[in-house]
């Protein structure tokens, strides 16, 4: 157990729909990291929280959007779901603003299939 | 613009041989690197990374070497063993505040028995 809960690992959903991915960083993280690992792709970074607050963003489509909490939970949201969006959604978190030397710790993903 | 790939998708070896996995990139300003190792069903853990101010970083069986230079780095595993199976990220971030870790594509290492 690495310390970061993704919820749900697995969701299967209909093109055109909405769906909504939780993250809960490591206990005294507060940076939040999305990314999304598509069929032979690498691991895309899409967007970074840091203590409640946008800091970086990646390749987000609009469709998609991401909120960091009070408690320091994080969901990514999309919408409009299309086929191409079918991958493995990575959260993780580091301490500071940037992974360091130890870089960052992962969840174990989420799984969206569209359909 | 992938600024930092793995070409070899994916690696076979003998157990108790080396394994040597390769990453390039391209971006100079990046000055740290890292490799992760993702096992099927899970996320990616952190395994070794080293610094732009140094050119080699061991730990245990695992060492990471850096050419600078040639904007190259290597992860070696001594001896493989088949629990080393994996896919193998490399990875690299610049120092400062904002600024994240850009991944390789990955490669799959099988170590056969």
């Known amino acids: 157990d690495s310390g970061v809960t993704q919820t749900p690992k697995h969701l299967i959903t209909a093109t055109g729909q909405r769906v909504t991915l939780r993250c809960s960083p490591r206990?005294?993280?507060?940076?939040v990291y999305w990314y999304q690992q598509s069929l032979d792709q690498g691991l895309q970074f899409l967007i970074q929280?840091?203590?409640?607050?946008?800091?970086a963003k990646g390749n987000i489509l609009e469709r998609f959007s991401a909120q960091q909490f009070p408690d320091l939970h994080s969901e990514l949201n999309l919408s409009s779901l299309e086929l191409g969006d079918s991958a493995l959604y990575f959260c993780?978190?580091?301490?500071?603003?940037?992974?360091?030397?130890?870089?960052?710790?992962f969840g174990s993903g989420t799984r969206l299939t569209v359909v | 613009d992938q600024q930092v790939k793995q070409n070899s998708p994916s690696l076979s070896v003998q157990e108790g041989r080396i394994s040597i996995l390769n990453c390039d990139y391209t971006?100079?300003?990046?000055?740290?690197f890292l490799w992760y190792k993702k096992y099927p069903a899970e996320g990616p853990t952190f395994l070794i990374s080293?610094?732009?101010?140094?050119d080699k970083n061991e730990d245990g069986r695992f060492t990471v070497f850096l050419n600078k230079s040639a904007k190259h780095l290597s992860l070696h595993i001594v001896p493989s063993q088949p629990g080393d199976s994996a896919v193998y990220f490399c990875?690299?971030?610049?120092?400062?505040?904002?600024?994240?870790?850009?991944f390789g594509k990955g490669t799959l290492l099988t170590v056969n028995p």
């Open positions: 990875a690299a971030s610049r120092g400062g505040s904002n600024y994240k870790l850009t």
């Open positions: 993780a978190s580091s301490v500071g603003l940037t992974g360091g030397v130890y870089g960052y710790t």
């Open positions: 206990s005294g993280d507060l940076s």
């Open positions: 929280y840091y203590n409640g607050e946008e800091r």
């Open positions: 080293i610094s732009s101010i140094k």
């Open positions: 971006n100079s300003m990046f000055d740290y």
